[in-house]
C-alpha cells in the first residue's frame, strides 16, 4: 500500500508541475463499466464506443471502468490486454502496443479523450 500511495503522490506531483491539460467544452463524460455484446470483435469495439464500430455519439470523453489497487477490472481489462479479449483485428494490429495505439488513434481523430477511470470496484 505504501508503493501505490508513493505512486499516486508522484503522478499527482507530475501533473501539477505540468501545463493544465486543455478541457474539451461542453464536457459530454460516460464511463463504460460493460457492454452487451462479446459476440465479435466489432461488438465488443463497439460497446467501448469506438468510432468507426460504434454508432456515432455526443461524448468527448471515454473513461474504461475500472482500474483498482489490485489492478484492471472490467473495462480496463480488455484496455490493459485487447489480444486476449478483442483479439488481433485487420484495423487495429495483433499486438498488445499496436492494438492499443490504433484504439487511441480511433478515439483522438474523433475528438474524443479516453481514460481509465480509477480506484471504482465491480
Known amino acids: 500500500m505504501k508503493n501505490a500511495s508513493i505512486i499516486l ?6 501533473v501539477s508541475l505540468g501545463a493544465p491539460p486543455k478541457v474539451n467544452y461542453p464536457v ?7 457492454i452487451n455484446s462479446w459476440s465479435s470483435q466489432n461488438d465488443i469495439l463497439a460497446g467501448m464506443g469506438v468510432p468507426g464500430f460504434a454508432p456515432a455519439h455526443t461524448y468527448n470523453y471515454v473513461a ?6 489490485v489492478g484492471p477490472l472490467d473495462m480496463a481489462k480488455v484496455w490493459d490486454d485487447p489480444v486476449q479479449f478483442i483479439k ?10 499496436a ?5 487511441k488513434k480511433k478515439y483522438n481523430d474523433a475528438g474524443i479523450s479516453l481514460m481509465v477511470s480509477a ?4
Open 119 to 122: 480506484f471504482g470496484a465491480t
Open 88 to 97: 488481433p483485428h485487420p484495423q487495429l494490429g495483433s499486438t498488445k502496443d
Open 9 to 14: 503522490l508522484l503522478l499527482v506531483v507530475h
Open 64 to 69: 474504461l471502468a475500472f482500474w483498482s489497487f
Open 99 to 103: 492494438m492499443q495505439k490504433a484504439i
Open 28 to 34: 459530454r463524460f460516460v464511463y463504460i463499466n460493460s
